[in-house]
């Protein structure tokens, strides 16, 4: 192996490592993929602990600005694996998800629970395998909390722009989705519903349970055909 090879994947490694992203070799494909994990708390403007699994959304921003102005990057994979986070973070990394241009697709593995399903229902088609989960419940909030009017109409706003943002990105309406937020007969002292895998397709939540076969088969799909599609148009223009 040549010294610039070696250089290149200690480069990836220290990529991934870092920030659990990479741009996947062609290997002979037409298709260039990078890859992005959403994993452990999604980490806000507060840094999380040393021994927290975090994703942080300063790393995310970033990537997602450069892979849309990136001509040699065609799609992008999503993993999830999240137990939530912080909602002005999770909800910039999904809003810049939906606005990419670039095909997209997601896969929830473990779990993406709270804010993390914003962004799993913010790539063109999403996926859940069979044993992962997502918790879906209202907007909490740690710490001291002002005792007025004032800060639960701040919690509605809050819980309304997630609502919104999921419901217009995947099958469910807005008044399903309210009620497993407030279901109370599923989560042990708590407000919720936890779906697994086949019920939040059912739900109309994520589009298909499948693992990274399926995912990656249907991203390879979408940019093919996205690429059909501009082909087409210039010709037509030279036409």
């Known amino acids: 192996m040549s010294?610039?090879?070696v250089e290149e994947e200690k480069h990836r490694s220290e990529k991934i490592?870092?920030?659990?992203?990479?741009?996947?070799?062609?290997?002979?494909?037409?298709?260039?993929?990078?890859?992005?994990t959403i994993i452990g708390e999604v980490e806000g403007h507060?840094?999380?602990?040393?021994?927290?699994k975090t994703t942080k959304y300063e790393h995310i921003l970033p990537q997602l600005a450069a892979i849309e102005d990136s001509k040699d990057i065609d799609g992008v994979l999503?993993?999830?694996?999240t137990m939530g986070g912080d909602v002005e973070a999770g909800l910039a990394i999904a809003e810049m998800i939906a606005s990419l241009s670039k095909p997209t697709v997601s896969l929830v593995l473990g779990g993406s629970h709270?804010?993390?399903?914003?962004?799993?229902?913010?790539?063109?088609?999403?996926y859940i395998v069979p044993t992962g989960t997502m918790v879906i419940h209202p907007v909490r909030m740690n710490g001291m909390v002002i005792g007025v009017p004032q800060t639960f109409d701040y919690f509605k706003q809050i819980q309304d722009r997630i609502t919104g943002f999921v419901c217009g990105h995947c099958n469910i309406s807005e008044e399903r989705f309210e009620e497993l937020m407030m279901e109370t007969a599923v989560l042990t002292k708590d407000v919720g519903t936890i779906l697994v895998g086949e019920e939040a397709v059912e739900e109309g939540i994520i589009n298909e349970t499948g693992g990274i076969r399926e995912a990656m088969t249907k991203l390879h799909e979408l940019i093919d055909k996205k690429k059909k599609k501009q082909k087409n148009v210039k010709d037509d223009k030279k036409s």
Do not use: C, M, R
């Open 3 to 5: 010294g610039k090879k």
């Open 46 to 52: 507060d840094n999380l602990g040393s021994n927290s």
């Open 78 to 81: 999503v993993l999830l694996n």
């Open 114 to 126: 709270s804010i993390g399903v914003p962004i799993a229902v913010s790539t063109d088609y999403s």
């Open 17 to 36: 490592e870092e920030t659990g992203q990479v741009t996947l070799d062609k290997n002979g494909k037409a298709n260039s993929i990078h890859l992005i």
